[in-house]
């Protein structure tokens, strides 16, 4: 039984496509909704596979739809190590 977030994949994305519409979030991060940043991506992909990289990007907290659903990155990695080497510095949830 398949469950509500679970969907079936006809094939994985390869990791350059995946680098590349990180890249290309990244360049126009709260430029497009999620159907738009799709249309104008540099190289084109089946709108399934797109998802599943979307998907991919949201569970790994590396961008957020905002609730008009524009695309946004917000993957910092350079601000998680200052929190990480400053035990002063709390994250809160």
């Given at each position: 039984?398949?469950?509500?977030?679970?969907k079936?994949?006809?094939?994985?994305?390869?990791?350059?496509?995946?680098?590349?519409?990180?890249?290309?979030?990244k360049?126009?991060?709260?430029?497009?909704?999620?159907?738009?940043?799709?249309?104008?991506?540099?190289?084109?992909?089946?709108?399934?596979?797109?998802?599943?990289?979307?998907?991919?990007?949201?569970?790994?907290?590396k961008?957020?739809?905002?609730?008009?659903?524009?695309?946004?990155?917000?993957?910092?990695?350079?601000?998680?190590?200052?929190?990480?080497?400053?035990?002063?510095?709390?994250?809160?949830?």
């Amino acid at each position: 039984m398949i469950g509500a977030k679970e969907k079936k994949v006809l094939h994985q994305p390869k990791l350059d496509t995946i680098k590349m519409v990180e890249e290309f979030i990244k360049e126009h991060s709260g430029e497009y909704k999620k159907r738009a940043l799709w249309e104008h991506l540099p190289k084109k992909m089946m709108y399934q596979t797109y998802c599943v990289i979307i998907d991919y990007l949201l569970e790994s907290n590396k961008i957020v739809l905002a609730r008009d659903s524009t695309v946004v990155w917000t993957w910092n990695p350079e601000l998680v190590k200052y929190y990480l080497e400053h035990e002063e510095l709390i994250i809160r949830k």
